[in-house]
């Protein structure tokens, strides 16, 4: 056989097995492997389980998604709620069912809940209080008369004006100084009070600060009476600021199945076991969107229009409309309405560690959660 003959010859096989592989690739994973994938929920008195197709999901989209997770380095729990049932459960890595794991920015919308009863109780008036109501020592040192217009609804909706601390280096140092009232005034405004969205953790810290001053306990204690009590979780610790205050844009350390009963919470219009722990009505507030496609990205994996609430996050996803909690390195509360569903995961936190490499392994969480949401079939 001559030597062009075999390169030609050659050159068919190569082709024919990278086709061959590409099928594979295309198939996916076998019936048989999908059906060994475990994602058993752990029996307890603190949820009631099911299984999927029980509560109306496709068992195998289930096993697809906890094979696709049990690939992911950096996760350390992945649950499925449908119908107010566990129906599945699984711990990678690290993770462990009664781990308390550091929620980051999901925190925030812990604080926002929080908000939502105070004023219910009577600490705030109203969201369109102003912040320097709050912050005395601070309002007769303002010199931008802007500022004097900031709403608690401006600092739930991130539209106060105030600019992202991972803009500049100065701004992150002040943000990791714990003395957070000052900057009310330090920090400039980059847009005027309403009128863009700028994702601002410090907005979120002054809310924890505002509840602390007005219902006269700090966040942690205040959340233990009116919040965590009535759901029955056992928080773990929160950090605090160099004034004692706890951080309300993060360091807020759950067990994952009482991040999920936070969402389920929210998902059943602030109702817990017959108890109105939040007012129905901050409930819709808060998951309703007042920016969409204003954050630092707009599509994350299936999920596209990312949109922002009362410090709850939004998104489409196929047929679906999402509202999720979210907080760095992949910390998840996503809440499915149409479905009943919440789906929770938590996973490394990158503590401080904002780069390529955190956000590569935060969004292969993020698009892993979306592409299962879009796999489900709304019928």
Not at 199 to 213: A, C, M
Not at 241 to 247: C, P, R
Not at 251 to 273: C, S, T
Not at 326 to 339: A, K, S, Y
Request: overall charge negative; some cysteine.
């Amino acid at each position: 056989m001559n030597t062009s003959k075999q390169s030609q010859i050659n050159f068919i096989k190569f082709i024919l097995t990278i086709l061959i592989l590409a099928i594979l690739a295309a198939c996916g994973p076998s019936i048989e492997e999908l059906n060994s994938v475990d994602y058993t929920p752990i029996v307890r008195d603190d949820w009631p389980v099911s299984i999927p197709e029980e509560q109306g999901l496709n068992s195998i989209l289930v096993a697809k998604m906890y094979l696709n997770a049990a690939e992911l380095e950096t996760l350390y729990s992945l649950l499925v709620i449908k119908n107010g049932y566990l129906v599945s459960e699984a711990y990678f890595n690290d993770g462990s069912v009664d781990q308390k794991d550091r929620l980051q920015s999901v925190t925030k919308s812990f604080t926002s809940a929080l908000v939502g009863i105070a004023l219910d109780q009577g600490c705030i008036s109203s969201v369109d209080q102003k912040m320097l109501d709050f912050f005395p020592e601070v309002a007769e040192k303002i010199t931008d008369p802007r500022k004097k217009l900031i709403s608690i609804r401006n600092l739930l909706e991130m539209r106060a004006g105030y600019p992202n601390e991972e803009d500049a280096q100065a701004l992150w140092d002040g943000l990791l100084s714990g003395h957070y009232p000052p900057l009310i005034e330090d920090f400039p405004l980059v847009s005027d009070p309403g009128q863009r969205f700028r994702y601002s953790n410090l907005s979120s810290n002054w809310l924890g600060i505002i509840i602390d001053r007005s219902c006269g306990m700090n966040l942690k204690a205040y959340a233990e009476k009116y919040l965590f009590s009535p759901l029955n979780v056992e928080s773990g610790k929160w950090g605090q600021d160099a004034e004692g205050h706890n951080n309300g844009c993060g360091d807020l350390h759950l067990a994952p199945r009482d991040a999920a009963k936070f969402g389920l919470l929210y998902l059943n219009d602030g109702l817990f076991n017959g108890n109105q722990v939040i007012p129905r009505d901050w409930v819709d507030y808060s998951l309703k969107t007042y920016s969409v496609n204003e954050a630092f990205v707009k599509r994350i994996g299936d999920f596209r229009d990312i949109g922002y609430g009362y410090q709850w996050w939004s998104a489409n996803v196929g047929d679906y409309h999402v509202n999720f909690a979210w907080g760095h390195g992949g910390q998840l509360i996503v809440l499915v309405e149409d479905l009943d569903m919440v789906v929770v995961t938590t996973s490394y936190p990158f503590w401080l560690e904002h780069n390529n490499r955190s956000w590569k392994h935060e969004k292969a969480i993020i698009t892993m959660v979306s592409k299962f949401i879009n796999s489900l079939d709304n019928k």
